[in-house]
T-cell receptor, first 113, second 118 residues
Framework: GENVEQHPSTLSVQEGDSAVIKCTYS??????FPWYKQELGKRPQLIID?????GEKKDQRIAVTLNKTAKHFSLHITETQPEDSAVYFC????????????FGKGTLLTVNP | GAVVSQHPSRVICKSGTSVKIECRSL??????MFWYRQFPKQSLMLMAT?????????EQGVEKDKFLINHASLTLSTLTVTSAHPEDSSFYIC??????????????FGPGTRLTVL
């Protein structure tokens, strides 16, 4: 089955700096890679996703890059703000009839004012 | 669009009792719903996948007789934790997918249910 590794487990940055979180996956058939933000006690919220037919996607301060050859994808947050502080999860899916997601272990991002 | 609700948000029960958690898609028909369990400071662990009108598919290591899943309609799935024990205390989250909304593989999550078994 799919295995998703996520690094780092914790990340602390100063407000205004950039943050980068990296994930690798094992199943070359995976073709959908979402990123979720989860605040304490709340539901995971989809912040951006990318499919295997593109290498990069951007939405304002958030971008995701995908390298299918190396089987890794990364989340980039620029101009970080204190409200970006949360746990971020990457995930991968190989599609199929049920589109099951395999999640990474998460990254606790702290943005210091 | 794509709102998923869960009920209850919190439940405290005694050991040995059963607890039912409901997951509803409010503004779309969910062809597939997923149930996850999340322990403190850990990732989401998929428990089972359910499709409307058919039996749920459980992940390895998840006891299907303990965690009963029913997906009776395109907008409702239920998870029943039977004979709950303290080790079942966790955050249970459902999600749903809907072809035609964004992508067929995009999962929309419910707000979660905090279960505490005394």
């Amino acid at each position: 089955g799919e295995n998703v590794e996520q690094h780092p487990s914790t990340l602390s940055v100063q407000e205004g700096d950039s943050a980068v979180i990296k994930c690798t996956y094992s199943d070359s058939a995976s073709n959908y890679f979402p990123w979720y933000k989860q605040e304490l006690g709340k539901r995971p919220q989809l912040i951006i996703d990318i499919r295997s037919n593109v290498g990069e996607k951007k939405d304002q301060r958030i971008a995701v890059t995908l390298n299918k050859t190396a089987k890794h994808f990364s989340l980039h947050i620029t101009e970080t703000q204190p409200e970006d502080s949360a746990v971020y999860f990457c995930a991968a899916s190989s599609g199929g009839s049920n589109y099951k997601l395999t999640f990474g272990k998460g990254t606790l991002l702290t943005v210091n004012p | 669009g794509a709102v998923v609700s869960q009920h209850p948000s919190r439940v405290i029960c005694k050991s040995g009792t059963s607890v039912k958690i409901e997951c509803r898609s409010l503004d779309f028909q969910a062809t597939t719903m997923f149930w996850y369990r999340q322990f403190p400071k850990q990732s989401l662990m998929l428990m089972a996948t359910s499709n409307e009108g058919s039996k749920a598919t459980y992940e390895q290591g998840v006891e299907k007789d303990k965690f009963l899943i029913n997906h009776a309609s395109l907008t409702l799935s239920t998870l029943t934790v039977t004979s709950a024990h303290p080790e079942d205390s966790s955050f249970y989250i459902c999600s749903a997918t809907a072809p035609g909304l964004a992508g067929a593989d995009t999962q929309y999550f419910g707000p979660g249910t905090r279960l505490t078994v005394l």
